[in-house]
């Protein structure tokens, strides 16, 4: 592969599970991703399923905890999951906190200095690495879904909103429903964007329902026993967007899971399926 290095590979359910490192022109530096390749690969292009995961992972904690390979292989997904910001990128102080910068990217593009020539993220996921999939893996581009997890889940949201007709299917794990209305997000966006609050509009999927963009109808779960279900992710502000905009919403309450590993895995198989019903259509 002549623009990818890969640096491990290992077999899994039939298929492969790829880690793979490059220069990246959107983030100014070296990016890194996973791929799960399932055993169709081998045979002609499959779709492609794209995971973006939250606040402190790597592009490696999905495929290690999020228990999805086995039904990927069975569905025949490509799974592809994105490192969650540059890394080593020279800022000062940019992995010092948790919620912003390094393991922070928040799937946007940042606007503001230091952070506007390296923290692209939003250009890397929906432009850069898909190309790169394009190129060196049997994918059917045509075929595109994504979903994520709290971070991750507001970026697929985003993502998807701000791509009307790109994704095939969309869904999300205890997602930052409504940045703008929540610490995470303010402290975010107001280091990545800048004070204008307007600016940040662009970047909020309550917004973005607000403002006329729509999507495939969405999955969501929600752990009821969620540390951060109150503060940070309100998902009632996410239905009350979609009622108000006409968009399908499957939101559901699990009793007793929390925002962990534990509760994606659990409900992991239901999101497959849910991508599958459309990318395999």
Not at 47 to 60: A, H, K, N, Q, R
Not at 167 to 188: D, E, H, L, T
Request: net charge neutral; glycine share 10%.
């Amino acid at each position: 592969m002549d623009a990818l290095k890969p640096h491990a590979e290992n077999r899994c359910f039939g298929g492969s599970v790829g880690f793979y490192k490059h220069t990246s022109q959107e983030c100014g530096g070296e990016m890194r991703f996973a791929v799960y390749l399932p055993p169709q690969a081998q045979a002609g292009k499959v779709p492609v399923l794209y995971y973006l995961s939250g606040l402190t992972c790597t592009e490696d904690t999905f495929l290690i905890k999020g228990g999805a390979q086995r039904l990927a292989a069975e569905l025949g997904l490509m799974l592809v999951v994105p490192d969650t910001s540059p890394r080593q990128t020279g800022i000062p102080k940019e992995d010092v906190d948790w919620e912003v910068g390094t393991a922070a990217g928040f799937y946007l593009d940042a606007t503001q200095v230091p952070w506007a020539s390296r923290f692209r993220m939003y250009s890397y996921v929906t432009r850069e690495l898909p190309e790169l999939v394009g190129k060196h893996f049997p994918a059917r581009m045509d075929r595109e879904g994504i979903f994520g997890h709290s971070m991750g889940g507001h970026g697929a949201l985003v993502c998807a909103l701000r791509q009307p007709g790109r994704y095939r299917s969309v869904s999300a794990f205890a997602p930052i429903s409504a940045p703008m209305r929540c610490p995470w997000g303010q402290k975010a966006f107001g280091t990545y964007l800048g004070p204008d609050t307007e600016a940040w509009r662009a970047w909020d999927a309550t917004e973005l329902l607000r403002g006329g963009a729509r999507v495939p109808p969405l999955l969501v779960d929600q752990g009821t026993n969620d540390k951060f279900l109150a503060e940070q992710l309100k998902p009632e502000l996410l239905r009350a967007a979609c009622e108000q905009a006409g968009q399908p919403l499957t939101l559901r309450s699990q009793d007793g899971y929390d925002h962990g590993y534990y509760f994606v895995s659990t409900f992991m198989a239901d999101h497959l399926r849910h991508h599958a019903a459309a990318l395999n259509a």
